[in-house]
């Protein structure tokens, strides 16, 4: 098994990753990074439980982490919502030039 330190500082790493990728709105490699998250997890919990390291910093990166999924999730609802205006505004456009061609259309006749 890796040292605790080791695993401890792989994960504020993934910590960082995932921060700078939402600050980035960079949502495929949140993907990437998010799959990334359990097999980082998974060692600390193995090394917590054989009393290799004290649960208080494991506890502090999984809130911090559970934080960071409450913000991108957040964001993620924006990116969606802001997505969906986008295209409403360009289906109205269609719309408004697809009226406009049946006008012109029916004027010319």
């Known amino acids: 098994m890796a040292n605790p330190d080791v695993l ?14 939402l600050n980035a709105e960079d949502w495929e490699a949140l993907v990437v990074l998010n799959q990334q998250v359990k097999p980082a997890v998974a060692p600390l919990m ?11 910093p494991v506890k502090q990166r999984l809130e911090a982490l559970n934080r960071f999924v409450e913000v991108a999730g957040q964001g993620a609802t924006k990116a969606r919502d802001e997505a ?8 109205q456009n269609r719309n408004a030039a697809a009226t406009y061609a049946n006008i012109s259309t029916n004027r010319s006749k």
């Open 84 to 91: 969906r205006e986008s295209l409403q505004g360009v289906n």
């Open 46 to 56: 193995e090394a917590m439980e054989q009393g290799l390291i004290s649960p208080a």
């Open 8 to 21: 401890l500082a792989d994960l504020d790493s993934l910590q960082e990753q995932l921060e700078a990728a």
